[in-house]
Nanobody, 128 residues
Framework: QVPLVESGGGLVQPGGSLRLSCAAS????????VAWFRQAPGKERAFVAS????????NYADSVKGRFTISRDNAKNTVTLQMNSLKPEDTAVYYC?????????????????????WGQGTQVTVSS
């Protein structure tokens, strides 16, 4: 188990920005991947972005490409999701997830079942 804590959610107007952070307690991210997923009311949890902790390879859902940026700080053991140009359809609970597994297939890191540990979630609401 890797305790993960998300922060940075809130209410923002359309077109605004938010920055989410995911911190790991008691374990490093150095040999794994971290991702952000989101879940809107009545919908399944969906992939948003992922980052490999070695090489910093990133992957994004088509719906957030060009607007969201995922980054990591190995020294601080944190992963950040910078969200710009937010839209009402971005409203959801955002979850940070961790996996210690490795795959050469990029789509592996977009699957919910690839991740072992999850944070408690942070609410993001985009509304005027």
């Amino acid at each position: 188990q890797v305790p993960l804590v998300e922060s940075g959610g809130g209410l923002v107007q359309p077109g605004g920005s938010l920055r989410l952070s995911c911190a790991a307690s008691g374990r490093t991210f150095s040999s794994s991947a971290v991702a952000w997923f989101r879940q809107a009311p009545g919908k399944e949890r969906a992939f948003v972005a992922s980052i490999r902790m070695i090489g910093a390879f990133t992957n994004y859902a088509d719906s957030v490409k060009g607007r969201f940026t995922i980054s990591r700080d190995n020294a601080k053991n944190t992963v950040t999701l910078q969200m710009n140009s937010l839209k009402p359809e971005d409203t959801a609970v955002y979850y940070c997830a961790f996996t210690a597994s490795y795959s050469m297939v990029a789509s592996y890191y977009t699957r919910v079942d690839s991740y072992d540990d999850w944070g408690q979630g942070t609410q993001v609401t985009v509304s005027s």
